[in-house]
């Protein structure tokens, strides 16, 4: 359905001054609820357009129905769907798609990271200063000090380059496939990040928060990495946190 209508008119709502929504990201949100609700009635649901669904046992569905609407809505063809499966407070399972590439990532705990039916693998980049990058900003970004400006800054003079695609799910994705190597953002929610993380960790890399604490889907920040660049990571991010007034 998203692939079928990223060219189609879109009615556009402003929720900030670059947070927007669209018809289709309800849309996406409506097929998915309707379709894991009829298989699974006992779980509960937590989604990005407004969908809280207290469940009657032990599971609950975390999903993101567009990820990267800022560009479906320009008509860029970059964004996926993200959902993830958490079993008492754990995550499970997590599958992130991208329909325009017809690229599925997808893992559950303890049985590896797969894209389509291959098994994949962080990369093997040791060193920052060779290492490729991805992040994003957050919605509010012109009115916020903390913003990621200055990370931002310190990372581009670090690094071969750093990426800023849109869609905080695919990017982890690409750091669990090894086509990034390394990933931070702030101010993330937990349907942004919850089924990459896991896919980072089944594909042999690492994700925690600034400081290093494991990984948190509820707790706004996000690194993750090969592993073998983390604390490289980690050390700028935190000499950025110093240096905020």
Known sequence: MLKAN??????????????????????????????????????????????????????RWI????????????????FCVSIALEHRGRLAAGVVYDPMREETFWAAMGSGAFLNGSRIRVSTVDDLDKSLLATGFPYDVRDSDVNNVLQFNAFIMRTQAVRRCGSAALDLCYVACGRFDGFWELKLKPWDMAAGALIILESGGMASDFEGNAFNPFHPEALASNGLIHEQMKKILLDCRKATP
């Open 63 to 78: 999903f993101d129905p567009l990820d990267g609407t800022t560009n479906y809505a320009h008509g860029l063809p970059v």
């Open 6 to 59: 990223i060219g189609a008119r879109r009615d556009v709502v402003f929720k900030g001054a670059v947070d927007l929504v669209t018809q289709f990201d309800k849309r996406a949100q409506d097929i998915i609820h309707r379709r894991l609700s009829s298989a699974f009635p006992d779980h509960g649901f937590l989604a990005e357009e407004g969908l809280a669904v207290e469940g009657r046992g032990d599971y």
